[in-house]
């Protein structure tokens, strides 16, 4: 545990120091880092930004125990850096502002629809928000014996500063440093594991190769596993293939419509370096996203050769002497409760109950063919962080997988201060209410939001614990990202008789329908069978975002076309350097 | 400066963007969408290593490849940019 907080503390200071060299001097500066990031550096930046706690300490788990249903969390996350490097990132950059309401107000020539691109924006933001901030207080209680709340407040005087001071700049040079520390505290474990269960040090090919000292692949010694257990075989899934393509639609158009993934690219300095860094990102999102499910199957292998049947040993490992008990149950002929599970048994991750009394660790699923009802139950997040443990790594490498952790929700939860900051101060101040004020009171008005952005954020954490739905409200985020922005932001630059009323009638109806369907589907009705055509709340922003694309063509058509000048501006920015070469032609436009 | 902004086929470079953009998107479908959902279990019978196929698509190949299909875009966008002169 000291090596934790020894990480810990250095990541935080290379954080702060980070923020001292990336002050802001401008609203350039503190909204889009001064429009200079290399783009690899973006690309770096936008993999932190974008790989929340959920990401990185529960996404391998998750897929563990959902086999081929995972597959919808590794497309659809990665699937979106398609859409955003050849439909959004390069144009939006093109068009050369800073937010995405900045967007959607110009582009359809209203403050109602910049408003409403506001409201979906920052309610997007705040879902978001509060699972990272939890996730920042789990990680300090858990590991830093530090209590949760005041975890939270550690982890929001950290975002403060670097927030606040760098703005977008401090932001996203601590997301290279942070995105550094999370890959090297995933990847390392990773490789061993892999080395443990197919003797293969790149997890990737050992997820295609055999099981170590068989000539079964590890795939089919797993499906033998789980469905001897009573599971379902690892790669097949209960999900129809319905749900699962809209789920998978959902988390892709989701992830290309979150505007704090989106104001990344409009940090590098030209469309075309907008593309490069979205193939940066996904390069660098694909290192984790691709050990992810390699690590989840050999967590679940090697959970099960080492837990199950295993025989039980009472209390507390720090106070009683595991290794003789160990020993004395080796010397009857019977395996013994693994040494990582009684150190993470006492954070309340792992659960056994001995049901059938008989001292033996049953790991059963719901169709076990010998009868015998499943004891122990373990928490998804279990595998990436017990994994250094399970590999018998050095403690310093635990430390680093919590500091990994950390940066991951605070790399998170600063893209996303950024998107409710400049929403207040540039869309609702500067370019609504207050449109003459300079770029000086601009600025403090961002610092100011962006620090009243923190605490509301760190509340929400401290709050959300008492909510018993966190996790199911991510659903929300993407959902709402689909169904509300991603089709008038695409329509705005592909379609140029895309206008102001189509625009807003088709946000109000993406934003209302699918709120709607999550509320009533996850909090009323929580009947599966009742969903509209056998679909998910997760995987409904994918049907809504087609009805109100559709919705949003009807009404264009049937109302005035576009000003003009915004026709203009359509052709402009699909046209790198237009933009430019115009206002030189015709200054006195 | 009046002169560049005639001298770019505007149209001509639009109808090259698109076209290259539709062609990736029906790729991306295939391998994401079509690869890894709809025809998995047909795939599914043969194999990537010692992975059903759809399956490694699934949780795998599709990745890959959208990393691909974003590199190709870069150059053939480069390559676009200077065939019809704009300014990358």
């Known amino acids: 545990m000291d090596w934790s907080l020894t990480f810990v503390i250095i990541t935080f200071a290379i954080y702060i120091g980070i923020a001292i060299w990336a002050r802001a001097g401008t609203t350039a500066d503190f909204y889009v880092a001064g429009h200079d990031v290399h783009p690899a550096l973006n690309g770096m930046a936008t993999a932190a930004d974008w790989m929340s706690a959920a990401s990185y300490l529960s996404m391998a788990g998750l897929i563990a125990f959902l086999g081929y249903g995972g597959s919808v969390y590794l497309m659809g996350w990665t699937g979106g850096y398609v859409l955003l490097a050849l439909l959004l990132a390069p144009f939006l950059r093109e068009f050369g502002k800073f937010t995405v309401p900045d967007f959607v107000g110009d582009r359809y020539y209203s403050v109602a629809a910049r408003l409403i691109a506001v409201v979906c924006a920052m309610f997007i933001s705040f879902t978001y928000i509060a699972g990272q901030m939890k996730g920042v207080g789990v990680a300090f209680s858990s590991f830093l014996g530090v209590e949760y709340n005041l975890g939270i407040l550690i982890g929001m005087a950290i975002v403060f500063v670097y927030a606040t001071f760098g703005g977008m700049k401090g932001v996203t040079y601590t997301q290279v440093a942070q995105y550094v520390v999370m890959i090297f505290a995933y990847t390392v474990p990773a490789i061993f594991i892999s080395l443990i269960i197919t003797g293969n040090p790149i997890p990737q090919l050992g997820f295609i190769g055999d099981a170590k000292g068989t000539d079964m692949s590890m795939l089919a010694k797993l499906n033998e596993t789980v469905t001897g257990l009573g599971f379902q075989a690892y790669t097949e899934t209960d999900k129809s293939m319905l749900d699962v393509f809209c789920i998978t639609g959902a988390l892709m158009f989701g992830t290309a419509g979150l505007p704090h993934v989106i104001i990344r690219f409009f940090t590098v300095s030209s469309a075309k370096a907008a593309r490069y860094s979205a193939g940066w990102a996904l390069l660098f999102i694909a290192i984790l996203y691709t050990t992810a499910p390699a690590v989840g199957a050999f967590a679940r292998l090697n959970f099960i050769d080492t837990v199950n049947e295993a025989t039980y040993i009472e209390g507390d490992i720090d106070e009683i002497d595991y290794t003789a008990a160990a020993e004395a149950i080796v010397a009857d002929g019977g395996k013994p409760v693994p040494t990582w599970y009684k150190t993470w048994e006492k954070t309340g991750l792992l659960k056994y109950d001995d049901v059938n009394g008989d001292g033996i660790m049953q790991y059963r699923g719901p169709n076990a063919p010998d009868g015998l009802a499943n004891e122990v139950s373990p928490n998804n997040d279990i595998f990436v962080l017990a994994n250094p443990q399970i590999a018998q790594l050095p403690g310093w490498v635990i430390g680093l997988v919590v500091a990994g952790g950390l940066a991951a929700a605070l790399s998170t939860a600063a893209g996303l201060l950024m998107v409710i900051s400049s929403a207040v101060s540039h869309d609702l101040c500067r370019k609504t209410f207050f449109k003459d004020m300079d770029d000086k009171t601009e600025m403090l008005i961002a610092r100011l939001a962006a620090g009243a952005a923190v605490v509301a954020a760190g509340l929400l954490g401290i709050f959300a614990t008492s909510l018993p739905f966190v996790a199911q409200v991510v659903a929300f985020a993407f959902g709402l990202a689909a169904a509300s922005l991603f089709p008038i932001i695409f329509l705005g630059i592909f379609w140029k008789r895309m206008n102001r009323e189509g625009a807003i009638v088709s946000m109000l109806f993406g934003l209302v329908t699918t709120f709607w369907y999550i509320v009533h589907f996850k909090f009323v009705d929580t009947d599966p069978s009742h969903w509209f055509t056998g679909i998910s709340p997760e995987g409904i922003g994918f049907v809504v975002m087609w009805v109100a694309a559709l919705i949003g063509i009807l009404v264009s058509l049937v109302t005035a076309p576009p000003p003009q000048h915004v026709q203009d501006l359509v052709e402009d920015i699909r046209i790198p350097g237009m933009q430019e070469a115009r206002a030189t032609a015709a200054p006195a436009e | ?88």
């Open chain 2, 1 to 88: 400066m009046s002169q560049d902004v005639k001298e770019v086929d505007a149209k001509g470079y639009w109808r090259a963007v698109l076209t290259l953009t539709i062609s990736l998107f029906v790729i991306w479908f295939l391998v994401s969408y079509g690869a890894g959902i709809l025809f998995r279990e047909f795939l599914d019978q043969f194999s990537v290593g010692g992975a059903p196929m759809g399956f490694w698509f699934a949780q795998q190949g599709a990745i890959y490849l959208f990393g691909l299909l974003i590199l190709y875009y870069c150059i053939a966008m480069n390559r676009l940019e200077r065939k019809f002169g704009v300014k990358g």
